[in-house]
């Protein structure tokens, strides 16, 4: 996967043409592995490595300040969470779609296996790193591992990332995007809730798009304890049946209450703070 979206105008190749692998996989749902979407895709967008302006544009920036996006937005709140989650998942799609802007790099990072290479970018251009991609070497740029990230609290430490996860199926055989929010509610440096912005709630094998699952560590002990859909803005607090939550994300099982809250997204965190300083 090539990490610039999937409209950049930056990029000369041809884009794929969706119309036609749509109507292939509507015959072809019912029978097609999540696995097969994800190769089909990643080999649908898969395109050269850097330019040569971009190789020659390494800059290096420690200086702390708010970004436009975090300014506009302002710190988190419980209360307003739906707005921002709108608004930063819409951001996330239009810093994907535009032109790479390199800002600081690291060759140094564990997190992926084999994607030692972690390059930010400041892809709005207000001086303030955006975006993020692992990366397998300076000049090759496919790969899954990235995605976006906002200081919104405005302390330096980023309370806000976005991790890309995929291409699969939405409802009427549309392909779709679907991503990873975590959210670091209480600004202590730790993710404490995430948000998987495409669910299947009716369960037929195709997301919805839009419709949302929240899984929050509500008392920051580490430990998932409280989980919400949110669709439109309406929330429908999930109780646990048998001790789990059914979270209708087609990606992973019903969550246990208590589960440890994942920790890869804080190395993230960990490692982007380590090349911007
Ligand atoms: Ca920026
Ligand atoms: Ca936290
Ligand atoms: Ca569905
Ligand atoms: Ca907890």
Redo the contacts with the bound molecule.
Sequence with gaps: MHFTGPNAKSNTATLPDFSAVTDRLQKLVPFISLVFILTLASLLFSKDALSAEYRSNLIFVSENKK??VASKIGPYSDKRRWQIYKKLDKEFNRLWDKRANPFAASVNTRTFRGFPYLLLE?????????SYAYLKGKGNQDTQEFGAFWDLAGDGTLDWLVFYGGVTIAEGAKMSFWHRHLIDRNNDGKFDTLVVNNVDQDGNGMIEQGKTVWLYDANFDGRIDAAEHIVGGKVSKLQAENGRFDTKDPFSDTVRVGERFPTVFDQIASDIKKVKN
Excluded: F, I, L, Q
């Design positions: 970004s436009r400041d892809r709005d251009r207000d001086g303030v790193a955006d």
